[in-house]
């Protein structure tokens, strides 16, 4: 049995693993669950998986949690509340393995935990990778620790790698790797349509249901972008030796081209079970739930180029990565200041490559030295882009 704490089990990802570990109960134990508001959702996970801890972020909220669970047949389960008991659950002895499944930077110091305490980190939370990448595959590096993409394009690119393969080296024989994307949402739309587009219609995604954020990131295409960015620290890559490469039926989860003009894909269905299954059981594999592929009913396969015009993010993104130092940390704040007024219906759905750009602009670029440093970037850029939201109400 190997011990399992998730960090943001509520969300998407969270959910999506629990179903995983529902299916291989013989192989797992639930060690600690995490939420931020959701306590009538970690209520349920409790009930069923009776973790040693359960950590609600917000302290009164974790009162009114202790009083429902004190009711059930998890009332063993520990209650703990506050930022600094979401790094204690991802350093527990009893837990091998860490998810981060917290969405935004609000994760990167969780994740910063569980890597410093050498955990098999299971990686979704994408934006600690983007803001903090040198300094955290360092980290991984100097205490030995096991980082696994979960994103389903590095989990595929992972799994296309030479083996045995570890993340954040450079693998030889590697001229590209090729992300692909689904387009989102507005795939079809002409730009002139995107102005007045609903918070509705840019979480309604073709083919994965995610949490808020990460679906409209995809509507923009900054997703994509994020993605391009935790690839390069994932697999020591350069901007120019990552392709972005529209692929709407989302079957290609990506690929990895060669110098021998071999190029290896992963396919399946686009179900995030399967990257959650394969990063758990690795180097084995177990069941995940998801249907198996069929290529006859998915019969049309098709590719083409991102459009830079129409997401200017993805553009955005390749810029802050080029630029380096504190740039991704810059272009995450802005986004997630700008999602968020996006989602709040503050600001239509164009205003927020504009409040980023505008963003990026007045802000200074400095070399990411240490996570202080990236935490300070991440609150001045956040209060910079609120400022600038202003003209935008
Ligand atoms: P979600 O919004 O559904 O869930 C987020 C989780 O984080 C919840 O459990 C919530 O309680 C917790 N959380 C939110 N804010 C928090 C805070 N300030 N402090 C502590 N906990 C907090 O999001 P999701 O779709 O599950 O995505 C999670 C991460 O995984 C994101 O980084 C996303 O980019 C990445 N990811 C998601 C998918 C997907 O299919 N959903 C795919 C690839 C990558
Ligand atoms: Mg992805």
């Known amino acids: 049995m190997r011990g399992v704490c998730i960090l943001g089990s509520t969300g998407s990802i969270g959910v999506s693993t629990l179903d995983v570990i529902r299916r291989n109960t013989e192989c797992y134990s639930v060690v600690a669950l995490t939420a931020n508001k959701n306590i009538d959702r970690l209520l349920q996970q409790c009930v069923e998986f009776k973790p040693r801890y359960a950590v609600v972020v917000d302290a009164d909220l974790a009162n009114q949690f202790r009083k429902k669970i004190a009711l059930t047949n998890a009332a063993d389960t520990e209650v703990l509340s506050g930022l600094e008991a979401l790094e204690f659950v991802a350093q527990l002895d009893e837990a091998v393995i860490v998810v981060a499944a917290i969405v935004g930077a609000a994760g990167l110091m969780s994740t910063l935990a569980a890597v410093k305490a050498a955990k098999t980190l299971l990686l979704a939370n994408k934006e600690s990778l983007v803001i903090a990448g040198d300094l955290l595959m360092s980290v991984v590096k100097e205490h030995n620790a096991t980082l ?92 120019d030796s990552i392709d972005v490469l529209v692929h709407p039926q989302s079957i290609i989860h990506s690929m990895v081209d060669y110098i021998d003009g071999s190029v290896l894909a992963q396919l399946g269905n686009p179900d995030m079970r399967t990257p959650i299954a394969h990063a758990l059981a690795w180097p084995e594999r177990h069941d995940s739930g998801v249907s198996a592929l069929d290529l006859i009913v998915n019969n049309q396969l098709s590719f083409q180029a991102p459009c830079y015009e129409k997401f200017p993010c993805l553009r955005l993104a390749f810029e802050a990565l080029d630029a380096k130092g504190t740039a991704p940390a810059i272009l995450n704040a ?28 007045l802000s200074d670029v400095r070399a990411a030295d240490s996570i202080a440093t990236i935490l300070s970037v991440d609150r001045d850029t956040r209060e910079l882009t609120s400022q600038l939201l202003a003209e935008f109400l």
């Open 148 to 239: 696994l993409p979960l994103d389903s394009e590095h989990n595929a690119l992972f799994q296309c790698m030479p083996q045995p393969y570890k993340t954040g080296q450079l693998a030889e024989g590697v001229r590209k790797i090729i992300l692909t994307a689904s387009g989102g949402p507005f795939l079809d739309k002409p730009l002139s349509d995107l102005e007045h587009v609903t918070v509705e219609q840019a979480c309604n995604h073709p083919n994965w249901s995610m949490g808020r954020k990460i679906s409209v990131d995809s509507a923009t295409m900054m997703n994509k972008g994020l993605e391009v960015i935790e690839a390069s620290y994932l697999f020591d890559l350069p901007a």
């Open 334 to 361: 802005a986004n997630e200041v700008a999602v968020d007024a996006f989602l709040c219906k503050k600001i239509g759905f164009l205003a927020i490559p504009e409040l980023i750009e505008k963003t990026i602009k």
